[in-house]
């Protein structure tokens, strides 16, 4: 009877032994581009919806397996869109231990385009009174990355994914290990039950960044 109690238990899915977030205690989300950004695309508003679904299935998944130990901060409100001077203070001033931008290229261009993850371009020189995440967090922005990018690739295992640094916008004035997730709003998406899978795959990848 035990070898069959153990047996069952190994075979149980990963996502039941999910494991608590060792040193992180504040994951700072910024979830898509706004409709009235400038730089926005046209389908910002599409874009905006996706990628709050997954942030939100996110922080749902971390405070499940964390409890009260680990807050999770999603900095764009879904009908607000504060300058990045203001998202990158009050990312600073939570605490926050890593920082993740949640991206989505539109229906039909990811095989073309491609998927992956950006970090923090260490040539990228800021404002004097901006610490840069480039030159403080470069190693863990690094590792941070690679973590992401097998998510990434887990999430949608037909497409290519890639790692590049860039001097994104959305990175200026975090004071935080940081990173950009590129994904799609087709393909796996529209499976049943992808934004809790999404969400596995990147707490899984925060897991692994904590190890060093």
């Not at 149980?12 to 581009?33: E, K, M, N, W």
């Not at 497409?159 to 860039?166: G, H, L, Q």
Request: glycine share 6%; hydrophobic share 50%.
């Amino acid at each position: 009877m035990r070898f069959w109690i153990f047996a069952a238990l190994f075979l149980l899915p990963q996502a039941v032994f999910a494991a608590p977030l060792s040193a992180t205690r504040v994951i700072v989300l910024d979830a898509g581009h706004e409709p009235e950004e400038g730089m926005a695309r046209p389908n910002a508003g599409a874009e905006k919806e996706f990628c709050l679904k997954i942030a939100a299935a996110l922080k749902e998944l971390v405070e499940r397996e964390n409890g009260e130990a680990v807050s999770v901060i999603i900095l764009s409100a879904a009908d607000k869109e504060p300058r990045q001077r203001e998202k990158a203070a009050a990312a600073n001033q939570a605490g926050g231990n890593v920082f993740l931008a949640i991206h989505a290229v539109p229906a039909g261009t990811a095989a073309i385009r491609g998927l992956g993850i950006y970090s923090p371009d260490p040539a990228d020189a800021q404002a004097r009174s901006w610490r840069s995440t480039a030159r403080n967090f470069a190693e863990n922005n690094r590792r941070l990355s690679q973590k992401l990018k097998t998510a990434l690739q887990a999430m949608y295992p037909e497409n290519r994914v890639f790692t590049a640094a860039a001097p994104l916008y959305i990175f200026h004035g975090i004071n935080m290990p940081a990173a950009a997730i590129e994904t799609a709003t087709d393909g796996a998406a529209a499976a049943p039950g992808f934004f809790e899978r999404a969400a596995q795959a990147l707490y899984d990848a925060l897991i692994e960044f904590e190890k060093k």
